[in-house]
């Protein structure tokens, strides 16, 4: 199957700082990836969608100053933590989709804010 | 309508058993529906997946079974292995849709 790359795998930040998350699929072009959250014991939820070369659509309730969103290349979105808090302490999985309906996901990030 | 029930929310299997989780939607309109396999720290994997103008769809030891009707579909893993013990999330799809709506989730132990 199609192989979406997500790096860190782990980080843990200070209060104040701004994390930033990579996902790359590597070996199909994604026009469409998709970020989510996921907390202990819980179902994904979905954060938004990132489309290449447009701005990303934001789910009712995320933050689009805090959730910054950039869908650079066909392969390559980021998903990064502004001004972390530790309530954004989370497990952040990004998945791409491929061709119209397989969803691929990446290894997830924990992020632990201090 | 847009929902996606999955039960149960865990399940004890011992080893060689069959492990059945059961999910039901709302929207008629959906046309894809996978499962994924999920360990802890990983994100999920797709695991199988079926569309509805098929009743049953068999991959190794896992099956999914569809309902179309009924508006139910279940996932059957047989000879159930200690090495199956994950959370596993049915899923709804639209062909070309953008969102994919996830079940809560199984967490699946398998005793040795």
């Known amino acids: 199957g199609a192989v979406v790359s997500q790096h860190p795998s782990r980080v843990i930040c200070k209060s104040g700082t701004s994390v930033k998350i990579e996902c790359r699929s590597l070996?199909?072009?994604?026009?469409?990836m998709f970020w989510y959250r996921q907390f202990p014991k819980q179902s994904l939820m979905l954060m938004a969608t990132?489309?290449?070369?447009?701005?990303?659509?934001?789910e009712q309730g995320v933050e689009k100053d805090k959730f910054l969103i950039n869908h650079a290349s066909l392969t390559l979105s980021t998903l990064t933590v502004t001004s972390a808090h530790p309530e954004d302490s989370s497990f952040y999985i990004c998945?791409?989709?491929?061709?119209?309906?397989?969803?691929?996901f990446g290894s997830g990030t924990q992020l632990s804010v201090l | 309508q847009q929902q996606v029930k999955q039960s149960p929310q865990s399940l004890i299997v011992q080893k060689g058993g069959i492990s059945i989780i059961n999910c039901a939607y709302e929207?008629?309109?959906?046309?894809?529906f996978p499962w994924y396999q999920q360990f802890p720290g990983k994100g999920p994997a797709l695991l199988i997946a079926?569309?509805?103008?098929?009743s049953e769809k068999k991959e190794g030891r896992f099956t999914i079974s569809f309902n179309k009707s009924a508006k139910q579909f279940s996932l059957h893993i047989m000879d159930s292995q200690p090495g199956d013990s994950a959370t596993y999330f049915c899923a709804a799809s639209l062909t070309g849709g953008f969102k994919t709506i996830f079940g809560a989730g199984t967490r699946l132990f398998v005793k040795a």
């Open positions: 079926i569309r509805p103008d098929v």
């Open positions: 929207n008629t309109a959906f046309d894809y």
């Open positions: 998945s791409a989709r491929e061709r119209f309906e397989k969803l691929f």
């Open positions: 990132s489309n290449e070369g447009s701005k990303a659509t934001y």
């Open positions: 070996d199909f072009q994604a026009t469409t």
